[in-house]
């Protein structure tokens, strides 16, 4: 797939996830902003090169308008942007806290609202992409998942209803549905999973450098479940 001349951002760019669809995005052709909230000198290895913007919090309109302005004046303009920063926790309702549910708003959709908002004056070319990170566990929560998939409905209404509103402007909207991804961080907390049936980082990423691509052009408002073997 070929991302030749395209300028695009990513955001939460330098977790586990985001460092693979930015490696990704630029061995595909493209020119990358990575976009997180830890400082830059906390980047990871393989991002040296990269164009990073660091100790952003895109949950904070502000922040994240500048933050996108910075990537889109850095790149020479912008085509796209991967809304990638999340965060996720496990908590039963019983003894749980309603600060979490806000939490998991915060930084699962606001973060998401705040970029494409950021993002969408600058997305002036045709062809231009917004690609959202939904979960597949959204669809429908089991327990201690409620926070959680909330959120991550909530982050698949939003690339609808923004899908819908860009529908004659050029400019598509879809978000990819993950299960479990075999990360570091999974493997450190579910020591005796299957490891070989989770989706991978990269897997993720090549679906993602689809939808960036010209040949999704008819793809919009799509929720697309990528799930490996679970
Ligand atoms: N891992 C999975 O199994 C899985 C499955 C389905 C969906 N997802 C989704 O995939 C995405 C990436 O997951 P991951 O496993 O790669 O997580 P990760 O390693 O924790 O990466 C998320 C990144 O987003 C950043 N971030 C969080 N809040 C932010 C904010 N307010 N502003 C800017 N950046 C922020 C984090 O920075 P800090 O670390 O400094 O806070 C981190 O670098 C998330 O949206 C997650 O919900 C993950």
Known sequence: MNLSGKRIAVTGAFGALGSVVSAAVKSAGASVACVDFAPVTKAPAALQGYVLIGAVDLGNAAAASAAIQSAASQLGGLDGIVNIAGGFRWEMVADGDAATWDFMFNVNVRTVLNASKAALPLLRTPGARIV???????????????????????????????????????????????????????????????????????????????????????????????????
């Open 132 to 230: 959202n990170i939904g979960a597949a566990g959204a669809v429908k929560a089991a327990a201690g998942m409620g926070a959680y998939a909330a959120a991550k409905a909530g982050v698949a209404r939003l690339t609808e209803a923004l899908a819908d509103e860009l529908k004659d402007g050029g400019v598509t909207v879809n978000a990819v549905l993950p299960s479990i991804i075999d990360t570091a961080a999974n493997r450190a907390d579910m020591p005796g999973a299957q490891f070989d049936r989770w989706v991978k980082p990269e897997q993720v990423a090549d679906l993602i450098v689809f939808l960036l691509s010209d040949r999704a052009s008819a793809v919009t408002g799509a929720l697309i479940p990528i799930t490996g073997r679970v």
